[in-house]
C-alpha cells in the first residue's frame, strides 16, 4: 500500500493550497481515509477525514469552515483544501488511511500512512 502526498507549499496568511492524497496497492472502500498535520515539537493532530463507502465527512476544530476534504474515488484520491490559512497552519500534513468511520480522529488506529508534504504559511 501506498499513499502519496503533494500539494504542499509556502502561501502568504489568508492563501489556499489544495493537498492530495494518491492510494494504491489496495481498496480502501469500506474504510476512511484522513489528514493529520505535526508541527514541530506538537502532536500529530488530526484536520479532517471521510469515508469511501458513504462520503461522511470528519473535520477537526481548526479545520471546520476553513477546510473542505473530498474524494475521487475513480481516482482513488482524497484532496484536502485548505482556505483563509493561517500561521497556525504550518505544519507537515499527513495522509493515513485503514480505518473505520468510529476512530477518524485517532492517530494510532490508523492503518498506513503517506511520507508528508510541508505546509508554510507566512505572515
Known amino acids: 500500500v501506498q499513499l502519496v502526498e503533494s500539494g504542499g507549499g509556502l502561501v502568504q496568511t489568508g492563501g489556499s493550497l489544495r493537498l492530495s492524497c494518491a492510494a494504491s496497492g489496495r481498496t480502501f472502500s469500506s474504510y476512511a481515509m484522513g489528514w493529520f498535520r505535526q508541527a514541530p515539537g506538537k502532536e500529530r493532530e488530526f484536520v479532517a477525514a471521510i469515508s469511501w463507502s458513504d462520503g461522511s465527512t470528519f473535520y477537526g476544530d481548526s479545520a471546520k469552515g476553513r477546510f473542505t476534504i473530498s474524494r475521487d474515488n475513480a481516482q482513488s484520491t482524497v484532496y484536502l483544501q485548505m482556505n483563509s490559512l493561517k500561521p497556525e497552519d504550518t505544519a507537515v500534513y499527513y495522509c493515513?488511511?485503514?480505518?473505520?468511520?468510529?476512530?477518524?480522529?485517532?492517530?494510532?488506529?490508523?492503518?498506513?500512512w503517506g511520507q508528508g508534504t510541508q505546509v508554510t504559511v507566512s505572515s
Open positions: 493515513a488511511a485503514g480505518v473505520s468511520n468510529e476512530y477518524v480522529d485517532r492517530v494510532y488506529e490508523y492503518e498506513y
